[in-house]
Structures are given as structure tokens and as C-alpha cells.
């Protein structure tokens, strides 16, 4: 990994984000796991957003620059804040024009047609949009059919993620592919395994191997032999 990546995975465990969950967590695809990734808390001080999205910024510069995008737009809610800050940082580094784009939640159903879904009143012509975490990417795929009704003018050019879970669907698709169905690329920033060993690392020694064997039996039931996570 470079060193932005580095350096992103340990800010991750360092800050709590990613942990095992004895109790078990049910996803938004209803599926049970016994290991989560909380990127909110990254988004409760601006020091940790500080932190983190100069990280980010630092690995996507070059994604941003090859596409020539006006901004990075997180998914609603969870990436919303994060995103702000990254198009700062890539702002003040002269990687984006300096204007601000803030999507409206809902549609503003009077007054000038051009803030419609703009509170600015201006429109973005092409972004990367961000996502916090991303399971299979069906609540994804979803806000980018959304944003592609409401504004047909802007060119979605994909989608980066802080963490992949590499899980699938209930239709065993993935995230890569369900991006690739609708010809949007997909660059997550760090995936399961690149930060839940260091996570499970910081667990007692004896209980350890045992996490090791539960996580990698839950990709084991959703893959099969074709699982890309293997923990040792």
C-alpha cells in the first residue's frame, strides 16, 4: 500500500471504526455479521475529519485530475460531511475549481428553477461520488439512478469508497460488477483486508484465531471456495 494508505487503514483502527461485534450486526442487506465498520465517528470533530480527509484527498488526487470532475459528492447521509472536506482540501490544493455544490435532500418546489436541487444554484457537470461504506453497492446504485432523473446533465463518472466490504447481493453480485452494469467505476480506498486483521490484532491473544474462524465462515457462506477473504 503507499503510504496515504497506510496511513488511512491505521487511522481507521485507531479511531474505532472497524471492530468485531460479538452480538452480531444486521447490514442493509438483512444479512448478520459479526464484524462492523462505523465511519460516522470519523464525522464527530473536525480534527478526525481533518485527519482523514486529507488522506483521502491524498490517494484520490490523481482519480480526480485523470477525470476532470467539478467535486466529490458523498451518498446522503453517512458520506455527506466527509466529502465536504475532501473537496476542501482539494480545493485549497488546486486540484477542483473553488465552488461550492450542495445538493438539496428534496426538491425546492417554488422559486428559482435554479436552485431546484441546488441550494447554491449551481450544478456540478461531472463527479466521483463517495461513499462511506459500501456492502453489495445496491444503496448506491440506487442514489445514482436518482441523481441521473433528477439532473440527466450531470455525468456520474463512479463511485469511491472509504471501505469494501466485499460482500454480494442477494443475487451474489458484488459491488464491482453491480457498478459495472451500469458503466460506473468503482475505487474503493481500503477493503476487509487491509483493516480487519489490525483490528482483530488488538483483540485478547485467545480469542483471536477464533474471530479469525467466525469472519472467515461468513465469506465462506456467501462465496464459497471463490471467497477473497482469508484471514490467517
Known amino acids: 500500500m503507499?503510504?496515504?494508505?497506510?496511513d488511512l487503514a491505521e487511522l481507521v483502527i485507531k479511531q474505532g471504526i472497524v471492530g468485531i461485534k460479538p452480538e452480531g450486526i444486521t447490514l442493509?442487506?438483512?444479512?448478520?455479521?459479526?464484524w462492523y465498520a462505523n465511519c460516522r465517528i470519523l464525522s464527530q470533530s473536525m480534527s478526525s475529519l481533518n485527519d482523514v480527509s486529507h488522506l483521502i484527498a491524498g490517494i484520490v488526487t490523481d482519480l480526480v485530475k485523470d477525470q476532470e470532475v467539478d467535486m466529490i459528492m458523498g451518498v446522503p447521509e453517512g458520506a455527506t460531511l466527509l466529502s465536504q472536506i475532501i473537496n476542501e482540501q482539494l480545493i485549497i490544493a488546486g486540484i477542483i475549481p473553488d465552488k461550492i455544490y450542495?445538493?438539496?435532500a428534496k426538491a425546492?418546489?417554488?422559486?428559482?428553477?435554479?436552485?431546484?436541487?441546488?441550494?447554491?444554484?449551481?450544478?456540478?457537470?461531472k463527479i466521483w461520488l463517495f461513499e462511506d461504506v459500501t456492502t453489495s453497492g445496491i444503496s448506491t446504485f440506487e442514489y445514482i439512478r436518482k441523481l441521473e432523473s433528477e439532473d440527466p446533465e450531470i455525468e456520474i463518472v463512479g463511485v469511491?469508497?472509504?471501505i469494501n466490504r466485499l460482500q454480494l447481493d442477494k443475487n451474489g453480485v458484488s459491488v464491482v460488477e453491480n457498478m459495472e452494469k451500469i458503466g460506473k467505476k468503482y475505487f474503493p480506498l481500503l477493503?476487509?483486508?487491509e483493516?480487519?486483521?489490525n483490528a482483530i490484532s488488538l483483540l485478547p491473544e485467545s480469542e483471536q484465531e477464533e474471530w479469525k474462524k467466525v469472519?472467515?465462515?461468513?465469506?465462506?457462506?456467501?462465496?464459497?471456495e471463490n471467497s477473497p477473504v482469508s484471514l490467517g
Open 160 to 162: 469511491i469508497a472509504l
Open 191 to 193: 477493503t476487509v483486508n
Open 108 to 125: 425546492k418546489e417554488h422559486g428559482d428553477q435554479a436552485n431546484k436541487f441546488w441550494v447554491t444554484g449551481q450544478c456540478p457537470k
Open 28 to 34: 442493509k442487506s438483512k444479512k448478520i455479521s459479526h
Open 195 to 197: 483493516v480487519l486483521p
Open 215 to 224: 469472519i472467515n465462515q461468513e465469506y465462506i457462506d456467501e462465496w464459497g
Open 102 to 104: 450542495q445538493k438539496r
Open 2 to 6: 503507499s503510504d496515504f494508505k497506510n
